[in-house]
């Protein structure tokens, strides 16, 4: 096989691939992913609240998988969101929500049904906010940032959804491979394909999350790899092209490895700073202001960072004229923080301490 970037790769390789996908350095590798994520895996329990950390790193992965399309918007404006009228938000940030929306649905998804082309097309039309399906139309063509085409993708609409039926019967065989050499073999059969006319790489990047999910190796969908390519994009997109071109799997799956052991630590420390961060407001609110305080008031300031008093009545803390007395307490005890424009108060308060542990450096 010869491979032309200027033609449909209609001949890639269906899956397994006869590359030995298990070497020696692969396997060592894999040992020591699958601890660091068996290690993410526990460290969720510290934070009984899962809503704080699917509102928090979830949000982040979101935002970060959209970056790497060049789709870039702001922490603030996506905290800001969580109670805007959605016409009122920019593009961006429209885009990242449905992305984090997409995620949510294929994780709900999971508990009835396995992953599947038709759970991609799902994912793909949230993202998008449209009826998409497989490429029908010929033309697809994949360029660098000079516009030199690098890539062009299977064509014809029977030839995609027999790569990606054999996608899905590699992603469910009991054949011993390890889960996470499998997931980036997947990952980079996911991108070959190039299912749709859009959308491929983000759909791509949560399915390998749900993966993960799927396979038991995660509880709930906390890992964001998005941050590892943005650091490392030039080898992410290196690696992926040597494969295509050469058949250099090992390169490969030692490069996603890798990503998946860093981001599954820097995770779990995240994790731990988000707990202590919790404690520590804990006791703050309970010595400073003991009238005020209770748990569930401390936790919904963690599970959204920009709070209104709407979202305490909500939650049944307080009515209206109490919940804004609360959120003043906080707010002298150093807490909260309240925004303005111009000249008057918006109405709703920074959690100081919570959003700077929810950010990403």
């Not at 691939?17 to 020591?32: G, M, V």
């Not at 029977?158 to 990606?164: A, I, K, S, V, Y």
Request: charged share 25%; glycine share 4%; hydrophobic share 40%.
């Amino acid at each position: 096989m010869v491979f032309d970037r200027n033609r449909p790769f209609n001949d890639l390789p269906l899956l397994p691939s006869e590359t030995d996908l298990e070497s020696k350095a692969i396997l060592k590798k894999a040992i020591a992913a699958n601890r660091e994520l068996a290690e993410l895996k526990g460290a969720g329990d510290a934070i009984p609240n899962q809503a704080i950390l699917l509102n928090s790193i979830v949000l982040q992965e979101a935002r970060l998988s959209s970056e790497i399309e060049n789709i870039v918007t702001t922490t603030d404006e996506l905290y800001k969101a969580t109670d805007e009228d959605p016409s009122k938000l920019d593009h961006a940030t429209k885009e990242v929500l449905h992305y984090r929306e997409a995620l949510w649905h294929g994780f709900e998804n999971l508990k009835a049904r396995p992953l599947s082309t038709n759970l991609f097309i799902e994912l793909v039309g949230i993202i998008k906010q449209t009826n998409l399906s497989i490429r029908r139309v010929p033309g697809t063509k994949i360029a660098n940032s000079r516009g030199d085409i690098v890539y062009t993708p299977p064509e014809g609409e029977t030839q995609l959804r027999e790569l990606l039926a054999n996608l899905e019967l590699f992603m469910h065989a009991e054949d011993g491979i390890d889960p996470l050499v499998k997931l980036a073999v997947l990952h980079y059969q996911f991108e070959a394909i190039h299912p749709f006319t859009d959308g491929n790489g983000r759909t791509g990047r949560i399915i390998n999350i749900l993966y993960l999910v799927e396979k038991e190796l995660l509880k709930i969908p906390v890992l964001y790899l998005s941050h590892f390519i943005i650091q490392n994009k030039t080898d992410y997109y290196a690696g992926l092209r040597q494969v295509t071109e050469h058949n250099a799997w090992e390169q490969w799956i030692l490069y996603m490895l890798g990503a998946i052991a860093a981001t599954a630590q820097q995770t779990r420390i995240k994790i731990f700073r988000i707990r202590d961060a919790m404690n520590s407001a804990q006791e703050l609110a309970r010595t400073k202001a003991p009238k005020i305080y209770s748990k569930d008031l401390i936790e919904l300031i963690f599970e959204l960072p920009y709070c209104k008093i709407r979202f305490l009545e909500q939650r049944g803390i307080a009515k209206r004229q109490t919940a804004a007395v609360y959120l003043k307490s906080l707010e002298d005890i150093g807490l909260l923080q309240s925004l303005k424009v111009g000249r008057c108060k918006i109405p709703y308060s920074k959690g100081i301490k919570v959003y700077e542990v929810f950010r990403i450096d």
